[in-house]
């Protein structure tokens, strides 16, 4: 009896954490479209968005609006099962990372410690790694199913670069988890609320990392699965209202957790360097602003890129992945070794 | 060879540094760009709340004006119709009638006159034209419509208001020139 009373608990603490941090990330995902049409407009001595709402804030909700009615249209020799299943796919991958991320320190309910994380596993990393690159089969799947040869070759295209950066991101945090030892998200944050930020002993690891996640988001200068002016449209071409919704939202949901990510593993997460709250109530609440803050720090920085760089051509692409950063996350990797070592001794 | 003029820059074939072969510099400098931009003056004109302001010579939509006294000037002599290059201008004429002379400045005038806007280039030569100050091209220049018959203008979308039982209206059509 005792046993099932604690489970309902955790059952009910688990649920309202999913429902919180799903519906904080598709509201994050949502104003991101507006933010990006904003950052880009300011960028160009523009206003962007102004007329739905003030400062054009109901901008979001109109365009989803739109998407909806727009006509359903599936190309006529599609596999229409995996047609569809594609971007949800594609939006799967992106929301299932969120679980191992903690979002703050644990929250005290009536003398019970709720954590803000929905599951910490101690191969959090690992999770998150192997979560991300199952996104390939959602622009696979997108662009097979389209029976379209450029989709197709689109795909081939994403598919192949998102594999290659992700072998250097792996390599880029293998550094990172020699330095702390752990695989648990939580076991790393915690570890930088004593310290020092991870940036400051890794600071190569997080330039490779985080070029490697913009090349995992798809965004530019590494948006060549879209690359509208070689291959119309990319994988998505034939995909028409929320469909296409779903693979342009679930690209600005990855934004968000690889920022979360990248705030988590570099940045301190949810602690503020100088600064402990007595409160834990309060202090989960504070830690869950900075780390939001950090991640919307990062969303910028991603948008602010965007605006600025052109893209890659193919090749070069695939030269800075293989024969840049794989390198450099293997010389990174070296070096941190060597140190490790020096200081035992 | 001398350059026509000074604006010509020598390209400079110089081979990468190490710095700028390693690209990230150079992005840092891009994004420095760009990132002044976001809080530079914004270019940009809210266009139905804000209005840019004209020359005095620009070209809008038509007018058919009235005298001091609020009466037609146009005579429907049909010199506008034979000078606009488009043929946009058609017009029938009528004889004043004792009693409305209050109305119309000539013994002649227009009882139907209409201009074709899609047709209109703005040109302005209906202006020139008209030998009774009639017809001019006002600061108006966004007619928009749904249907085709909407552009072809008639006279109570072109004669401008009376400026003695509705002056203010009168002022706003004129513009400030
Ligand atoms: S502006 Fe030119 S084209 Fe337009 S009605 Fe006058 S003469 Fe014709
Ligand atoms: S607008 Fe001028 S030119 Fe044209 S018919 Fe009238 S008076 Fe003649």
């Known amino acids: 009896m005792h046993l099932l009373a604690i489970d309902w608990m955790f059952l009910v603490e688990k649920l309202v954490l999913i429902v919180v941090i799903i519906s904080v990330s598709l509201g994050v995902a949502m104003y991101s479209t507006w933010g990006e049409r904003k950052v880009a407009a300011y960028m160009q001595d523009r206003i962007g968005p102004n007329r739905a709402g003030p400062l054009g804030l109901l901008q979001p909700l109109a365009d989803g609006m739109k998407l909806f009615m727009k006509e359903e249209i599936f190309p006529a020799s599609s596999n229409k099962f995996l047609f569809l299943l594609g971007p949800c796919l594609a939006m799967l991958t992106a929301m299932m990372t969120s679980a191992v991320i903690p979002w703050s320190s644990p929250l005290k309910v009536s003398g019970h410690d709720v954590p803000l994380q929905i599951a910490d596993v101690n191969i959090g990393i690992l999770y998150i790694f192997g979560v991300v690159s199952m996104g390939v089969y959602g622009i696979m799947m997108g662009g097979w199913a389209s029976n379209n040869k450029f989709s197709l070759l689109a795909a081939i295209r994403g598919a192949s670069q998102i594999i290659s950066y992700e072998l250097a991101m792996g390599l880029s945090l293998i550094a990172l988890l020699m330095l702390t030892g752990s695989l648990s998200l939580k076991t790393i944050v915690e570890q930088q609320s004593h310290g020092l930020w991870n940036v400051l002993y890794q600071p190569l690891g997080f330039i490779i990392f985080f070029i490697c996640a913009l090349a995992e988001c798809n965004r530019t200068p590494f948006d060549l699965s879209e690359a509208e002016n070689e291959l119309n449209f990319g994988y998505h071409q034939e995909y028409s209202s929320m469909k296409l919704g779903f693979y342009l939202f679930a690209e600005y949901v990855n934004m968000f957790i690889s920022s979360a990510i990248m705030a988590t593993l570099f940045f301190g997460g949810y602690n503020i360097p100088y600064v402990h709250i007595a409160d834990p109530n309060v202090a989960a609440i504070v830690g869950g602003l900075a780390l939001f803050a950090k991640t919307v720090f990062f969303i910028f920085v991603f948008m602010w890129i965007r605006w600025t760089i052109p893209r890659f051509r193919y090749d070069q692409l695939m030269r800075l992945g293989w024969n840049a950063l794989i390198p450099l996350a293997l010389l990174n990797m070296v070096i941190t070794g060597a140190v490790i070592l020096w200081l035992k001794k | ?177």
């Open chain 2, 1 to 177: 060879m001398n350059a026509l003029t000074n604006k010509a820059k020598a390209v400079d074939r110089r081979p990468m540094t190490w710095l700028e072969r390693i690209y990230l510099w150079n992005i840092a400098k891009g994004m420095a760009i760009t990132l002044r931009h976001f809080f530079k003056k914004k270019a940009t004109i809210k266009y139905p709340e804000e209005k840019r302001p004209f020359s005095p010579v620009f070209r809008g939509t038509q007018v058919l004006n009235r005298d001091e006294e609020g009466r037609e000037r146009c005579t429907a002599c049909g010199l506008c119709a034979v000078a606009c290059p488009a043929e946009a201008i058609t017009m029938e004429a009528a004889e004043r009638k004792p009693g409305e002379e209050h109305l119309y400045r000539e013994e002649k005038y227009a009882a139907r006159y209409e201009i074709n806007m899609l047709r209109c280039i703005f040109c302005g030569l209906c202006e020139e034209a008209c030998p009774k100050d009639a017809i001019y091209l006002s600061e108006t220049f966004a007619p928009a419509n749904y249907q085709r018959k909407g552009f072809i203008y008639g006279k109570p979308e072109l004669l401008i208001p009376d400026p003695k039982t509705q002056p203010e209206e009168y002022a706003k059509a004129k513009g400030q020139h």
